[in-house]
C-alpha cells in the first residue's frame, strides 16, 4: 500500500495496472481507433464499450492527433481522477 493510501486500492494516476489489464485496456483502445476509423459516433463507441463518453473523447482526440492508436497514456497522472474510468468493459 502507498503512503497515504488508506483503503488498499492503487489510484488510476499510478497506473497500478497488472500487466494482462494494461494489455486488456490497450485492447478496449484499439477497438475504439477502429470504430473512429469506420466514422461512428463518440456515443456509439462509448455505449458498445460500456465506458465513459469523457473516455472516448480523450481516446478519439489523441487517435486524431497521433493516427493508428486511441489514446495510449489517455489516463495521464496530470488529469484529475475519475472514478468513472475504473470501470474495465467487457471486451466481446
Known amino acids: 500500500m502507498r503512503p497515504g493510501n488508506t483503503h488498499g486500492s492503487v489510484r488510476r494516476g499510478d497506473r497500478g495496472y497488472t500487466p494482462a489489464e494494461q494489455e486488456r485496456w490497450e485492447r478496449v483502445r484499439l477497438q475504439a481507433a477502429e470504430w473512429f476509423e469506420a466514422g461512428e459516433?463518440?456515443?456509439?463507441?462509448?455505449?458498445?464499450?460500456?465506458?465513459?463518453?469523457?473516455?472516448?473523447?480523450?481516446?478519439?482526440?489523441?487517435?486524431?492527433?497521433?493516427?493508428?492508436?486511441?489514446?495510449?497514456?489517455?489516463?495521464?497522472?496530470?488529469?484529475?481522477?475519475?472514478?468513472?474510468?475504473?470501470?474495465?468493459?467487457?471486451?466481446?
Open 41 to 92: 459516433s463518440t456515443k456509439t463507441v462509448a455505449a458498445r464499450l460500456r465506458v465513459h463518453e469523457r473516455s472516448v473523447t480523450r481516446w478519439r482526440k489523441a487517435w486524431r492527433e497521433g493516427g493508428g492508436t486511441a489514446g495510449e497514456g489517455a489516463h495521464s497522472p496530470s488529469r484529475a481522477y475519475d472514478p468513472e474510468d475504473d470501470r474495465m468493459p467487457a471486451i466481446a
